[in-house]
């Protein structure tokens, strides 16, 4: 724990703070003591909301001792004995009991210590919040406030369909004390372990459930004593719900959390629109009570004209005719909002003030808002009682919320046009055609009247300034607004759209280090095509290809988790949809299995875990989570060290431009800018356009770094970020680190060597398997894993899961079903050992020395002999010995003078046959005498006819059993490399897997011999010594570079003594580009080569290297082949780049 001073305040902080966190703390405070607002922004990753815990709590705590000390120099007799108290606090002085340092009278009483008002967008990042709170050493009182759908649990409650109705039912139940967890409050309230618990809404849930206690009426019992209450800023901003709520703000401290998202919550919480189908509900349901009223009535035979409903049912509390004149108001309603001609595409847009004469015509005044509001009330609530069919109440209940939010106050006569005015000054009536009649039948109530089956107008009424809810907060006698988030920027358009003053202001710096992120603006992609989301461009195929390619490129260099946003979600599915058909997406999910963010609730939480279980999984090169920029993946969630290596921005995502609502947002705020108010500046409707877009991508940007010790890329895939405006929008912590490329190679080789640095200074804990080898990771379901770092346990403790069920309906998440039994033997362990040895290494090797240490293929091993430690001695001292060279000293070179290459081969020729006869086998013990022998005799027939269709056919007996379909897929290694792809494919339409099929797979012996040459068969090495020519050991990196684990050590043979074999090596190669890239980008690779031999740019070549040949996946053979061209003191940057794109381990 460390003690800080900040403005005479000490502050309890859990751990030394960084500077900024020192700076921010400081800011809060300031704002406290000052009585002032404030907006503070600090970067994700900063430890805000621990920071803002700790400052306001340590103000509290001294602005509590303030009022001590000033009651003990009032009982020691004033000023007049000052001397006495001196005497008596000796060594503990007055004045360090705490001073309010504010400029307001001094307080005299401790119930004028303010109240902490802490909001945040959702309950979920509220629970982070509490969490937060325990971690320090101050314990408030708290109480936290939900809506009955978060805290009720009363099930007859619960069961109903509409919010409205649980909330009618709920105060029934309470005003006849027939709920038994209500009637348990008050005994419950004063529970010592409640009132001194630090709980959330889950706590208080649970609570409630163990002591049958109702959590939604103890939260608002706590709140009387609370000393920090937590609730979703929407509690706060919606007129109505602070209401409901009964919060008092009088001298409170307001503290928006998250505040990004204050503006549209602002503007939300104060607009609505009345459709015809909420009018239509509500004269349904006044309806079905006059007719069951006059019903009743003439039964009674005794009417009068005093006659009250209530003598009948003692749950209506209004007479008939007053339920007659609420039908008529709801009818004059209808007709005044039906009664404009409006045209299809636009609507009529009209001043704010212009609901009171609508209104008006409906007989909806300040008079007659009470007696029409309360009758409203006691209708919905009569009604969400009856029992037996099921009566839509939503548009009594709209009703009631526009009667309080237009006749807001209570003005007197000759001051009611100035409040109207007042009142409407931020808003836009704005009628317009309800064109959901067209797409789907909204009514769902069989009882509703006809008039619900008719196209109508919908009466909008908009907010378009947040300060109107911000002011209405000032009003209340707040003693300070807080508003803090990770990305406010930019600050000075933020406050101008919030109307009041916010004297104290903060851009907070990051706790990284330069190493620790990489930027870069990505124009086009690797083949040339330019980048952009704009609406003209953005479903053109070639930029959605394009983008595809630029998409499974980045996922080859980014280790773990990659995060991908688009602006919307219907540009997101379109999308990917063409990606699916052509190709990109395929090669996405061989590297990164893809998942994506569903519209609905329902599924996020699935989804979500299923990314974070695939990136967790040490089988796996980690996965992408594609999401939209302001959806709920971007809000808040946290992507921390794994779960979050990258992310890429897809594009600028704009508001649509041509809805209603945004066009009129514009022309307001154009409107305002022309007044040109004296002190004030307002954003023009362009300006804030933009903004939101901004604002969308930062917060998106906001989830690659979380904490002091994390890293990460961002990738901003869209033209339009190149401009020096667009990049002056990025939070200040971003914008010193963008970098701007000239073509897609460079990006490549940049991202590749920041994630190799970072990973060797930042390494993160592998996650160890129990089974044995990484096999049984690869092999054995439901594998759980374990090394996390202590950062990524404590971000996703409270909400990762495993996600057992998803197996069967995310593709990205299928699993082998075998060897279920740790102790599986016969057929199941011959099928494990098969599909083992036919994998390729679980995870690639991260470099040059990490193949090393997991290969089995060194000349040791050609030897014979056990060679793990021999090995990592060996490691350690061609470790030291890179250093050295590295470092400018100098290089040894071992003479080599004979050399046997083809013990290896015959060592591996010998394995192959091995593993052969074991499965072959095993086979035999799993089969009948029949089956076995029609397979093998399949075998030889195949050998000697090469028809693989015959071979399939005879096999297909091991397709029908599921227990034997990775004896199918143990074929794999008889069948010959012209055909291994299509033999993965059957396997794939009958079993659901394949075989773990590469493309290098296809390769003859011959083919792969000559993509050895260049590496095998090196010119010798001119020694500047008077030696002789001679050779030097190198290492074969083909497979290494194809992601396999077997290295081997090779020594050159003899130097060539003619150019024949190189020349038909280049001439081969070159041959093979011309078929694959066609003749125009094989004209632009000759050019590119022929400029590298002038003049040895070798940037400029890799640049247009890497762009021609990542386009596909069956290209990369070319890439790795193209090493013949490089020349030796470009060959260390090649391999590197090489192992980073291709053998990247995630």
Partial sequence: MTDLSLHGVTVKFP???????????????????????????SPTGTGKTLCLLCATLAWREHFKDSISAQKIKERMGGAGTSAGAGEMFQNTPLSSWGSTAADGPTPTSYTDVPKIIYASRTHSQLAQVINELKNTSYSPKVCVLGSREQLCINQEVM?????????????????????????????????????????????????????RVCPYYLSRSLKQQAEIIFMPYNYLLDPKSRRAHNIELKSAVVIFDEAHNVEKTCEESTSFDLTPYDVASAISAVDRLLAEQAKEVSHGNTFTEDFNVESLNSGLKVDITTIAKIKQILLDLEAAIDSYEVPSDKGITKPGIFIFELLE?????????????????????????????????????????????????????????????????????????????????????????????????????????????????????????????????????????????????????????????????????????????????????????????????????????????????????????????????????????????????????????????????????????????????????????????????????????????????????????????????????????KQQAYRAVNQAIGRVIRHKEDFGAIFLCDHRFKGSDARAQLPSWVRPYVRLYDGFGNVVRDASQFFRVAQKLRPVVEKKNSAAGSCGAVCQPDTQSSGLTSSLLSSQSSHTQKAKMLDSHLPSLKRRRLNEQSGASGMARICIEYECGVQDSPRRPVNLLDALERGNGCSDAAAGKDTASHLSTRLIQFDKRM??????????????????????????????????????????????????????????????????????????????????????????????????????????????????????????????????????????????????????????????????????????????????????????????????????????????????????????LVTTVVSLFTERNEDFSLLLRFGVFIRPHHKKQYKEMLDALIGQSC
């Avoid at 029934?172 to 959330?200: A, F, H, M, P, Q």
């Avoid at 090169?621 to 808040?636: I, P």
């Avoid at 050399?899 to 799993?926: C, H, T």
């Avoid at 077997?1046 to 081969?1068: D, F, I, M």
């Fill in 15 to 41: 751990f030394p703070p960084y500077d900024c966190q020192k700076v921010y703390m400081s800011k809060v405070i300031e704002c406290l003591t000052k009585e002032k607002n404030g907006v503070l922004e």
């Fill in 159 to 211: 069961r109903q369909e509409s919010h409205h109705i649980k909330v009618h039912m709920c105060r029934g139940k309470v005003s006849t004390r027939s709920c038994v967890y209500y009637n348990n409050v008050d005994e419950k309230s004063t529970d010592r372990d409640l009132v001194n618990s630090i709980l959330d809404v889950e706590d208080l849930v649970k609570f409630g459930n163990k002591q």
């Fill in 361 to 689: 015509r409906a007989h909806l005044t300040y008079d007659s808002k009470t007696a029409v509001y309360e009758a409203l009330e006691q209708i919905s609530g009569y009604l969400a009682g009856q029992t037996g069919v099921f009566l839509n109440t939503n548009g009594l209940q709209k009703l009631s919320d526009i009667i309080q939010l237009v006749f807001c106050g209570e003005p007197s006569d000759k001051d009611r046009d100035l409040q109207m005015q007042t009142n409407t000054a931020h808003f836009k009536v704005h009628i317009h055609k309800d064109n959901s009649f067209n797409r789907k039948k909204q009514n769902t109530d069989v009882w509703a009247s006809t008039a619900s089956k008719k196209q109508g107008n919908i009466l909008s009424y908009w907010c378009f300034s947040p300060g109107f809810s911000m002011q209405e907060l000032v009003n209340q006698g707040v003693r300070s607004i807080i508003l803090t988030s990770g990305t406010l920027s930019p600050l000075s358009s933020f406050t101008s759209e919030m109307r009041i003053e916010f004297p104290v202001c903060l851009e907070n710096s990051h706790v990284i280090e330069r190493d620790q992120i990489f930027v870069s603006v990505i124009d086009r992609g690797p083949d040339g095509v330019q980048l952009s989301s704009a609406f003209d461009r953005r479903f053109i195929p070639e930029n959605m290809a394009s983008l595809g390619n630029t998409v499974a490129n980045l996922s080859r260099v980014v280790p773990h988790g990659l995060l991908v946003f688009f602006p919307s979600f219907p540009l997101m599915e379109k999308t990917l949809e063409f990606w699916r058909e052509n190709g990109q997406a395929d090669r996405i999910e061989n590297i990164k299995p893809m998942f994506v963010e569903p519209k609905g609730k329902g599924t996020f939480n699935e989804t979500i875990d299923g990314y974070y279980n695939k990136v967790n999984d040490p089988a796996s090169k980690g996965g992408s989570f594609f999401a939209v920029c302001r959806g709920k993946a971007s809000e808040g969630l946290d992507f921390a060290d794994t779960f979050g290596r990258g992310v890429i921005v897809t594009g600028l995502p704009f508001p649509p431009k041509m809805d209603p609502r945004v066009i009129l947002k514009m022309k307001f705020l154009d409107e305002l800018s022309c007044k040109k108010t004296p002190g004030l500046k307002y954003l023009s409707g362009n300006e804030w356009y």
């Fill in 883 to 1100: 250093d050295d060279e590295m470092r400018g000293g100098k290089r040894k070179i071992k003479l080599v003078h004979e050399q046997k290459p083809s013990v290896l081969e015959d060592v591996s020729a010998e394995g192959k046959a091995s593993r052969a006869k074991i499965f072959l086998a095993d086979m035999k013990k799993s089969l009948s005498q029949v089956n076995f022998e029609r397979i093998v005799q399949a075998l030889q027939t195949y050998k000697k006819t090469d028809d693989l269709e015959a071979l399939l056919t005879d096999t297909a007996v091991l397709a029908e059993d599921t227990n034997t379909h990775s004896l199918l897929r143990g074929f794999y290694q008889f069948v010959r490399p012209h055909h291994k792809k299509k033999f993965d494919e059957r396997c794939v339409e009958l079993t659901g897997q394949g075989c773990g099929y590469k493309p290098d797979h296809s390769l003859s012996k011959d083919d792969k011999k000559t993509l050895m040459l260049p590496s095998d068969k090196q010119p010798a090495v001119a020694l500047s010594s008077s030696s002789a020519m001679s050779t030097c050991s190198q290492l074969s990196t083909e497979q290494l570079n194809k992601g396999g684990q077997h290295l081997s050590q090779k020594g050159l043979k003899e130097p060539q003594t003619g150019g024949a074999p190189k020349k038909e090596v280049h001439s081969a190669f070159l041959a093979d580009v011309k078929k694959a890239l066609g003749a125009q980008k094989s004209a632009q690779l000759f050019q590119a080569i022929h400029s590298y031999k002038q003049n040895d740019d070798y940037e400029k």
